[in-house]
């Protein structure tokens, strides 16, 4: 089914990233062509139809760049390049021309903070203090006594400082020690880096995904950071060190600003592009998504790991959405619950005798009536659960290194499910690099494919009827009292008043409509039973109606 571009409110040009649905593909996971166990960019473009059938406006592709892969391709080796584990440039811009040919816009991962340690520019900087790429990452002294410059820490465990022999020096990675972080202090290295992405714009990609925005510039003086206060009292219990400290330093600079804006003005020399960041910036994310998308100048929206967490509850659903829309005046907003990094939302808001299609189903309804962009990942759209994997399975280095108190990343990147009879489901006739849990092929594509009961129904019948109400898309959102675990609020717009109302709680409840609310009429038959005076919600029940 072709995507329809004839929608009232898809015309919108460059704005079309206001509201827009974009679907991640993670492409080690998503379709296999040639039987080596991985998936590779042949395999998402014959695959285009899938995803154009649900009603989405973009495909986000995490990274397909010559890597090592120690990262799984978040450690890049030749921005300007495909990995022959995906295929060449060829493939990359057929699969740019088919998405474009059903109507759909390709966002590509950036990965701008740091790059693979294999890459020629880490090569060359590593290899002497005063050679022409000398300072194109962030190299420091020693203290007296031989220890790291100062106490920052890397996400994945330990000090984010690695000694070099030949340089006699230690550099920085917030992430492996062979991802080292590019020095944004250097006008250079901006340079060289908005080249590559330059070189994206030229192919014709239509956006950008930028990985850890908020990564790329570091206090030049190397100051430590201060511990959080919880930790100080001993009170932390997280099991990764690098949430002990309160990251002042080591990230979310004010230089990065500027960046920003030198990103925007490269985009804005092309037409209807636009930009997504990904801030992981603890206890401040609202206030540095506001400062990173105000303005018209920087980007266009970002997401956080507000909703990507194991809260399920309307009072935290609204107090998410209430701080954004406080913070953030001019900002635009992307509301995701799965991602390729965290635990698939089914698992996390799944009691152990919950129903995970009904979950699913109101997460895709929630996530509709939500003000902003939304981002769905590949496979929630058939309800995957997370998959349970044995020790001796996991090709993630945060779960290979934090095992058994952290599983790492690996239970929500197994392979696509398509054909519940085929050999590993359809993905790939060869081994897959990731299992293909037995649980998930009783929810294959082809399974559900029909099926107006299923949960794919439900996210392309969820999807068309966001696209048919301009209010959903972009309109204002503002929030009613509620008892209970009750969410309700009335989004306004293109001339439109709609009243949502979801259910989070395992047990009915009744809603008492607003005594100044007029007259409502459900747009969704069957979602809750309307009476004169209240609203009844079964569990996990959700309501849409028009207000006159």
């Known amino acids: 089914m072709a995507h329809n571009n004839a929608d009232p409110w898809a015309g919108q040009g460059a704005e079309w990233w206001r509201g827009c649905v974009i679907y991640q593909v993670y492409p080690r996971s998503f379709q296999d062509t040639t039987g080596n166990g991985s998936g590779d960019l042949r395999g998402i473009t014959t695959r285009l139809a899938h995803i154009a059938s649900l009603g989405v406006d973009a495909v986000w592709l995490s990274p397909f760049f010559k890597s090592p892969m120690a990262d799984m391709g978040y450690d890049v080796s030749d921005y300007r390049d495909v990995d022959p584990m995906f295929g060449s440039l060829e493939d990359f811009d057929a699969l740019v021309a088919e998405a474009h040919r059903l109507g759909l816009k390709i966002v590509i991962d950036q990965v701008l903070s740091h790059s693979s340690d294999k890459h020629e520019w880490f090569i060359e900087s590593r290899a002497s203090r005063d050679n022409p790429k000398a300072d194109w990452y962030v190299w420091a002294d020693t203290r007296p006594d031989g220890n790291a410059p100062n106490n920052w820490l890397s996400v994945f465990g330990g000090p984010a400082w690695e000694w070099d022999s030949t340089r006699r020096q230690y550099y920085m990675h917030n992430f492996l020690a062979s991802q080292p972080d590019l020095n944004f202090h250097n006008p250079e290295v901006q340079d ?8 994206w714009l030229e192919r014709g990609v239509d956006g950008f995904r930028l990985d850890t925005v908020n990564y790329y510039v570091h206090d030049r ?16 219990g997280e099991t990764n060190t690098y949430l002990y400290q309160e990251h002042l330093f080591d990230k979310t600079q004010p230089e990065n600003l500027a960046f920003l804006r030198r990103f925007r003005a490269l985009l804005d020399e092309y037409p209807d ?40 509850s309307a009072a935290h659903v609204r107090g998410c959405v209430e701080a954004f829309e406080h913070a953030v005046a001019d900002g635009w907003v992307c509301w995701a619950f799965s991602n390729h990094d965290v635990v698939r939302h089914v698992s996390r808001w799944t009691g152990p005798d919950g129903d995970a299609d009904a979950v699913a189903r109101f997460a895709i ?7 902003g962009s939304i981002c769905l990942y590949q496979g929630e759209e058939l309800g995957l659960e997370e998959a349970e994997l044995a020790y001796e399975d996991l090709r993630d280095p945060v779960g290979i290194r934090f095992w058994p108190g952290v599983k790492g990343r690996d239970g929500c990147r197994t392979p696509m499910v398509w054909e519940a009879g085929a050999d590993n489901a359809g993905f790939s006739t060869g081994k897959p690099w990731l299992p293909v849990p037995a649980s998930h092929r009783a929810r294959a594509a082809d399974v559900q494919n029909g099926n107006e009961q299923s949960v794919l129904s439900a996210y392309r019948s969820t999807l068309a009827l966001r696209r048919q109400h301009p209010a959903l898309v972009s309109g204002s959102i503002r929030f009613l009292d509620a008892e209970g675990d009750v969410l309700a609020f009335i989004r306004e717009g293109g001339g439109q008043r709609l009243l949502c109302v979801f259910n989070f709680a395992g047990e009915p409840a009744n809603w008492p409509l607003p005594p100044d609310i007029g007259a409502v009429a459900a747009v969704l038959a069957g979602t809750a039973a309307g009476e004169e005076e ?13 207000l006159d």
């Open 192 to 199: 060289a880096l908005l080249d590559t992405v330059r070189f």
């Open 365 to 371: 309804m929630l996530l509709a009536c939500l003000r």
């Open 273 to 312: 592009r636009a930009a997504v960041g990904e801030i992981g910036d603890e206890g401040r994310s609202l206030q540095t998504l506001a400062a990173y998308t105000s303005g018209g100048d920087k980007l266009q929206m970002s997401y956080t790991f507000d909703l990507l967490g194991p809260q399920f």
């Open 221 to 236: 003086w190397l100051r430590s950071n201060p511990p959080l206060a919880s930790s100080v009292a001993g009170t932390n």
């Open 534 to 546: 209240a609203l009844s919600l079964p569990a996990l029940g959700c309501f849409l109606g028009r």
